[in-house]
């Protein structure tokens, strides 16, 4: 079953690992409960299977891109059902601790090997490989899939026991988190100022004030469009959530984060829900009792 894999989950960023993979030469096997991600993947050369035991009997090394907690537990107990010969299981999405130790757990007690390899990136950088993977769990088995990583990263990190390549991720994601509330305080600030959005991207991205996610979200801003998500809102707030009881278990003092808590939380209430979280944007011009001009 060389460079063969199956995706479990096809939204956001399962279906941009499959579309790179499948330009990388390798043959995908997806699988997503929703019909249409399912079409989409079809249509871009993923062989789709009709359940995850039937991905999981075509293939020896599965990941899994999901939504919930919820959906990895039911996905685990599908491949355990299966009584299938070890599989190795690249679990990469983003969930609180606990709940990936249960199904790491789950996993070996039916001879599978799971591996916590959370991704850092947008959904936009994961359609161009610009994505980085904190992989933790048995390093051999990271090893001999740094083919597979490469098919759909840049680069891929072997973060040693089960479990850090969450921890990274929460460290990762609470910048983020500050770094686009920031991007959308420093715009406003230089809306409300009377300067040009365009202009203060320009400015801003060739200074000391730069950040990979101004440079990624504040093209949104300037456009004060939010539609073409790559990370929405609803979703992002599960993130925002597991960092926070992460520090909160940790007693480690997060004053910039827990500040961008009501942010999101705002515009999350007030209809930006399946919107990028560039959104944020909107949120603090409506509070500085800003409209744009509108340009001819």
């Known amino acids: 079953m060389a460079k063969r894999v199956g995706i479990v989950g096809l939204g956001i960023m399962g279906g941009a690992f499959a579309h790179n993979l499948i ?30 035991q ?7 090394t599965i990941i899994t891109s999901l939504p919930s907690p919820a959906a990895l537990e039911r996905t685990i107990a599908a491949i355990n059902a299966a009584r299938l010969p070890p599989r190795v299981i690249v679990e990469a ?20 090997v799971m591996l916590d390899c959370p991704v850092s990136g947008t959904g936009a950088q994961a359609r161009t490989k610009d ?3 904190y992989a933790s769990g048995d390093t051999a088995a990271i090893r001999k899939l740094r083919p597979l990583f490469a098919g759909f990263s840049r680069a891929a990190h072997d973060l040693g026991a089960f479990g850090n390549g969450s921890r990274m991720k929460y460290v990762a994601n609470l910048l983020v988190a500050i770094h686009n509330v920031a991007s959308a305080e420093a715009m406003v600030l230089g809306l409300k100022a009377g300067l040009d959005p365009q202009t203060v991207f320009d400015m801003v991205a060739t200074g000391a004030g730069n950040s990979r996610v101004f ?3 504040a093209p949104m801003m300037v456009r004060d469009r939010y539609d073409d998500a790559t990370m ?21 003092p997060t004053p910039l984060f827990d500040a961008t808590v009501p942010i999101y939380d705002k515009a999350l209430t007030s209809g930006h829900g399946e919107e990028d979280t560039a959104a ?3 949120v603090l011009e409506k509070a500085a009792r800003l409209k744009r001009r509108r340009k001819a």
């Not at 999405?93 to 599978?112: Q, V």
Request: proline share 1%.
């Open 280 to 282: 944020v944007c909107a």
């Open 232 to 252: 929405k809102i609803s979703i992002w707030q599960k993130d925002m959530a597991v960092i926070g009881e992460f520090a909160r278990q940790l007693r480690c």
């Open 215 to 217: 440079e990624l979200r």
């Open 131 to 133: 994505l980085v993977i």
């Open 93 to 112: 999405s983003t969930f609180a601790l606990p709940d990936k130790i249960k199904a790491e757990r789950a996993s070996r007690c039916h001879g599978h």
């Open 23 to 52: 330009k990388a030469g390798w043959q995908v096997i997806g699988y997503d409960v929703d019909a249409a991600r399912t079409r989409a993947a079809r249509n871009e050369g993923v062989e789709t299977a009709e359940d995850v």
């Open 54 to 60: 039937a991905l999981a009997r075509a293939t020896n």
